[in-house]
């Protein structure tokens, strides 16, 4: 434990240092904010098994047709808030892949196996880390299709790697420094979500954590930011802000959620995903996050907020089309 912790001490030293040796002294205000932002050093694409998201910035070569046509194209990451069980789960794969293949996007496929944060003790959490990676990894090895999940303890993060194709960081821990050390050493692309009650820039801190665990394939996640009790709300300029950093993912359904709206569990407002969706593209998501369900109502998690799989085709096809004007691609 004592080599550990001191193990740790020294990290923390190197990046103090690092950042104080930039500005001379912390400062809390958006100067200070925009300059940290030019210190880290930007992962352009984020690499999830064969799917790239991301691109490299184009900005210093404007009118270079065959360099824009080379950038990553939109991204679905898309299945279940939680794995209900192991027919269910490669049911729902197999559906949105086909939706995906229709359509030539890009899929990631995502399913939680621990619902760690649900608001009520009673709440379904989903099979546990054995089973649930144990079900995910049979769906990477049948459908030949990237897997995605979050874990909630560092502990989780060896067996996470093995079986997953990129390990994700919940939104509510993405400042936990062990967790994301632990991701970083998992060796595969690590997606972290941007907390609900973080400035867009404060993500620098986090991509800082994980260059210095030796990490260079990672992404973000913007799913809205606190506006009072059981709301959220979606600043479309974090997007650009967070592409500073790394590949952002814009998580729709989750965005539309209303916290703790419930009581027990969290309402919300599913009939806004498209409209947030299409904004988010637009304003240059290198991903879209969804959560999918064949029957929201009767969903063991967030049926609130979770998208209709019968629907699911004709709004990723609008979201191609913006994303085909907006690069200039199609």
Known sequence: MGALTSHRNRRTVRVALRLTNVYGRLETNCEFCERLAMSVTKCTTARIGSIRIGAED???????????????????????????????????????????????????????????????????????????LSILGDIRESLNVPVLSDIHLPEQAGAAGEALDCVQVPAFLCRQTDLLVAAAAAGRCVNVKKGQFMSPEEMSNVAVKLQESGCDNFMFTERGTFFGYNRLVNDMTAIERMRAFAPVVFDATHSCQLPGGGGTLSGGQRQYTGTLAAAAVAAGADAIFMEVHDDPSNAKSDPATIYPLDELGGLLAKLLHIAGAVRGER
């Open 58 to 132: 184009y900005a210093d070569r404007p009118g270079d047709k065959a360099d824009r046509a080379a950038a990553a194209p939109l991204a679905l990451i898309a299945g279940p808030c939680v794995i209900e069980s192991r027919d269910h789960t490669l049911r729902l794969a197999e559906a949105i892949q086909r939706v995906c293949r229709e359509l030539d996007a890009p899929f990631i496929f995502k399913a939680s196996f621990d619902k760690a944060n649900r608001s009520s003790i009673s709440s379904f959490r989903g099979p546990g880390l054995g089973e649930g």
